[in-house]
């Protein structure tokens, strides 16, 4: 008997073994099928192009002529343009000064199309808005001056402070841009509250 239960143990034993061999080579033959796990994609870079624009370190006034009168307040982001424009002391002064005989900003802030900017001018600082209006009504004499100036935008301070003294306006090294290219431009403004005086200097500032 007791041989019979050792014989009956043995067997046992060899039957779990042979089972415990054959599900291992279940399990590694399974393996062997599985599929390599893919490498994952590299994604490409974002890129971002990014140019630096050097700000002047004075901020600029800008004024839309015309039917751009209505981008009044919004002009700043113009500000870096100006460095274009060469300094008016390396610019033969030889432009006679021209008196304004008629005065035009009044009549295109009254313009159906200047409603916001005109809204935006009745917000500014007292200061702010002659600078804006003689800035307006600079671009629009030099345009009736010279039919071919489209004036784009003017820069009261572009390469020199500007000196205001009550309604009185002085500026000597603005800039303005007519069709791609800067100009010098000298002008005396009085407004109170219209424009009354104007004289006007300009020369090319490329």
């Not at 304004?100 to 159906?112: C, E, G, N, W």
């Not at 290219?181 to 009354?196: G, H, L, T, V």
């Amino acid at each position: 008997m007791h041989a019979a239960g050792q014989r009956r143990h043995g067997a046992t034993i060899w039957c779990s073994l042979a089972l415990a061999i054959v599900l291992h080579a279940i399990v590694i033959l399974a393996l062997c099928f599985v599929p390599e796990p893919e490498a994952p994609i590299p994604f490409p870079e974002e890129s971002v192009a990014v140019e630096i624009v050097k700000l002047p370190t004075v901020a600029a006034e800008t004024t839309k002529p015309r039917s751009g009168a209505s981008h009044v307040g919004e002009a700043v982001a113009q500000e870096a343009a100006p460095e274009r424009a060469v300094p008016a002391a390396t610019l033969p002064d030889v432009q006679p000064a021209i008196q304004a005989k008629r005065f035009f900003s009044a009549a295109i802030l009254a313009d159906p199309r200047s409603k916001q900017a005109l809204k935006g001018l009745s917000q500014l600082a007292a200061d702010e808005r002659i600078v804006q209006i003689c800035n307006l009504e600079a671009m629009e004499q030099v345009h009736r001056w010279r039919v071919d100036f489209k004036p784009d935008f003017l820069v009261a301070y572009a390469m020199a402070d500007i000196r205001l003294v009550g309604t009185n306006l002085r500026a000597d090294g603005a800039a303005f841009c007519s069709n791609d290219r800067w100009y010098n431009i000298k002008f005396d403004c009085e407004a109170a509250p219209d424009i009354k005086r104007r004289r006007v200097r300009i020369s090319d500032g490329r």
